[in-house]
Protein backbone atom coordinates (compact mmCIF):
# COMPACT_ATOMS: atom_id res chain seq x y z
CA UNK A 1 0.00 0.00 0.00
CA UNK A 2 1.45 3.60 -0.61
CA UNK A 3 2.02 6.16 1.66
CA UNK A 4 -0.06 9.40 1.91
CA UNK A 5 0.28 13.32 1.90
CA UNK A 6 0.45 13.36 5.50
CA UNK A 7 3.20 10.50 6.32
CA UNK A 8 5.17 11.66 3.57
CA UNK A 9 5.28 15.03 4.97
CA UNK A 10 5.61 14.03 8.21
CA UNK A 11 8.55 11.48 7.31
CA UNK A 12 10.13 14.68 5.11
CA UNK A 13 9.81 17.27 8.15
CA UNK A 14 11.66 14.72 10.58
CA UNK A 15 14.74 14.36 7.86
CA UNK A 16 14.02 17.72 7.13
CA UNK A 17 15.09 18.95 10.95
CA UNK A 18 17.89 16.55 11.14
CA UNK A 19 19.80 17.49 8.01
CA UNK A 20 19.05 21.37 8.52
CA UNK A 21 20.55 20.83 12.28
CA UNK A 22 23.47 19.16 11.19
CA UNK A 23 24.14 21.95 8.22
CA UNK A 24 23.62 24.59 10.73
CA UNK A 25 26.18 22.70 13.05
CA UNK A 26 28.73 22.72 10.17
CA UNK A 27 28.43 26.57 9.24
CA UNK A 28 28.85 27.24 12.92
CA UNK A 29 31.87 25.18 13.03
CA UNK A 30 33.18 25.95 9.71
CA UNK A 31 31.78 28.12 7.67
CA UNK A 32 31.16 31.52 9.49
CA UNK A 33 34.46 32.38 10.57
CA UNK A 34 36.06 30.52 7.00
CA UNK A 35 33.89 32.92 4.83
CA UNK A 36 34.70 35.71 7.15
CA UNK A 37 38.40 35.64 6.29
CA UNK A 38 37.92 34.85 2.75
CA UNK A 39 35.58 37.57 1.92
CA UNK A 40 34.99 41.55 2.31
CA UNK A 41 31.80 41.80 3.64
CA UNK A 42 32.35 45.10 4.26
CA UNK A 43 32.66 45.96 0.48
CA UNK A 44 29.24 44.48 -0.20
CA UNK A 45 26.71 44.46 1.85
CA UNK A 46 24.49 41.54 0.30
CA UNK A 47 27.23 39.24 -0.34
CA UNK A 48 26.93 37.60 3.55
CA UNK A 49 23.48 36.74 3.19
CA UNK A 50 24.39 35.08 -0.43
CA UNK A 51 26.99 33.26 1.14
CA UNK A 52 25.25 31.96 4.14
CA UNK A 53 22.05 31.38 1.83
CA UNK A 54 24.27 29.41 -0.94
CA UNK A 55 26.40 27.42 1.87
CA UNK A 56 22.89 26.32 3.40
CA UNK A 57 21.02 25.61 0.07
CA UNK A 58 24.28 23.53 -1.45
CA UNK A 59 25.04 21.72 2.33
CA UNK A 60 21.28 20.65 3.03
CA UNK A 61 21.25 19.43 -0.87
CA UNK A 62 24.12 17.19 -0.48
CA UNK A 63 23.56 16.40 2.58
CA UNK A 64 20.18 15.31 1.97
CA UNK A 65 22.03 13.20 -1.10
CA UNK A 66 24.17 11.66 0.83
CA UNK A 67 21.97 10.47 3.41
CA UNK A 68 19.45 9.24 1.16
CA UNK A 69 22.22 7.17 -0.58
CA UNK A 70 24.03 5.64 2.69
CA UNK A 71 20.42 4.90 3.71
CA UNK A 72 19.34 3.28 0.39
CA UNK A 73 16.23 5.78 0.86
CA UNK A 74 15.17 4.24 4.63
CA UNK A 75 15.41 7.54 6.52
CA UNK A 76 14.77 8.06 9.79
CA UNK A 77 11.85 9.80 9.18
CA UNK A 78 10.69 7.26 6.88
CA UNK A 79 11.73 4.22 9.30
CA UNK A 80 10.03 5.95 12.01
CA UNK A 81 6.95 6.86 10.69
CA UNK A 82 7.04 2.88 8.83
CA UNK A 83 7.31 4.15 5.35
CA UNK A 84 9.42 2.13 2.81
CA UNK A 85 11.48 3.81 -0.27
CA UNK A 86 10.59 0.81 -3.06
CA UNK A 87 11.19 0.60 -6.50
CA UNK A 88 14.86 1.47 -8.41
CA UNK A 89 17.20 2.66 -5.77
CA UNK A 90 20.67 3.53 -6.65
CA UNK A 91 22.70 6.71 -6.66
CA UNK A 92 21.75 8.02 -10.05
CA UNK A 93 17.73 7.35 -9.26
CA UNK A 94 18.14 8.95 -5.82
CA UNK A 95 20.13 12.27 -7.49
CA UNK A 96 16.98 12.50 -9.81
CA UNK A 97 14.36 12.10 -6.93
CA UNK A 98 15.89 14.39 -4.32
CA UNK A 99 18.36 16.61 -6.25
CA UNK A 100 16.66 17.10 -9.56
CA UNK A 101 13.02 16.99 -8.75
CA UNK A 102 12.98 18.08 -5.04
CA UNK A 103 15.83 20.96 -4.98
CA UNK A 104 15.68 22.64 -8.74
CA UNK A 105 13.25 25.27 -7.87
CA UNK A 106 15.07 26.74 -5.50
CA UNK A 107 18.07 26.78 -7.17
CA UNK A 108 15.93 28.86 -9.79
CA UNK A 109 15.13 30.75 -6.76
CA UNK A 110 19.03 31.19 -5.89
CA UNK A 111 19.23 32.56 -9.55
CA UNK A 112 16.47 35.18 -9.39
CA UNK A 113 17.12 35.92 -5.85
CA UNK A 114 15.85 39.16 -6.81
CA UNK A 115 12.82 40.32 -3.92
CA UNK A 116 10.27 40.37 -6.97
CA UNK A 117 11.97 36.99 -8.42
CA UNK A 118 12.17 35.18 -4.98
CA UNK A 119 8.55 36.00 -4.83
CA UNK A 120 7.52 34.19 -7.91
CA UNK A 121 10.14 31.59 -6.98
CA UNK A 122 8.60 30.71 -4.04
CA UNK A 123 4.82 30.69 -5.07
CA UNK A 124 6.11 28.61 -7.77
CA UNK A 125 7.96 26.45 -5.34
CA UNK A 126 4.91 26.15 -3.13
CA UNK A 127 2.20 25.63 -6.72
CA UNK A 128 4.68 22.60 -7.34
CA UNK A 129 3.99 21.13 -3.62
CA UNK A 130 0.02 21.56 -4.45
CA UNK A 131 0.46 19.65 -7.11
CA UNK A 132 2.47 16.55 -5.64
CA UNK A 133 -0.19 17.39 -2.49
CA UNK A 134 -3.10 16.38 -4.92
CA UNK A 135 -1.39 13.87 -6.93
CA UNK A 136 -0.44 11.51 -3.38
CA UNK A 137 -3.84 12.14 -2.40
CA UNK A 138 -5.86 11.72 -5.41
CA UNK A 139 -4.03 9.64 -7.69
CA UNK A 140 -5.07 5.87 -7.68
CA UNK A 141 -1.25 5.14 -7.22
CA UNK A 142 -0.35 7.81 -5.48
CA UNK A 143 2.94 8.57 -6.57
CA UNK A 144 3.88 11.86 -7.49
CA UNK A 145 6.06 13.08 -11.04
CA UNK A 146 9.39 12.67 -9.56
CA UNK A 147 8.27 9.09 -8.29
CA UNK A 148 6.88 8.08 -11.63
CA UNK A 149 10.09 9.47 -13.48
CA UNK A 150 12.44 7.31 -10.91
CA UNK A 151 10.02 4.18 -10.96
CA UNK A 152 9.91 4.74 -7.36
CA UNK A 153 7.28 4.63 -4.69
CA UNK A 154 6.58 5.21 -1.21
CA UNK A 155 5.16 2.95 0.19
CA UNK A 156 3.46 1.83 4.02
CA UNK A 157 5.37 -0.73 5.81
CA UNK A 158 3.13 -0.71 9.01
CA UNK A 159 -0.02 -3.28 8.96
CA UNK A 160 -3.37 -1.64 8.22
CA UNK A 161 -6.24 -3.13 9.86
CA UNK A 162 -9.43 -3.21 7.80
CA UNK A 163 -11.35 -2.09 10.87
Do not use: C
Not at 15 to 31: A, E, K, P, Q, Y
Not at 54 to 72: D, L
Not at 93 to 101: G, N, P, T
Not at 118 to 128: D, K, T
Amino acid sequence: MTAGPFKRFASFTIDFILIISFVFTMWRIFGAGTFERLLDYDQDEGLYYYTVFAFHYIGFTVVNYIYQGITGGQTLGRRFLYLRLSGRINWWSLFMREVIWKSYLWIFAITFIDIDWFGFALILYMAVWMVDFVLIAFSRDRRTIRDKVTHTKVILDEVVYPF
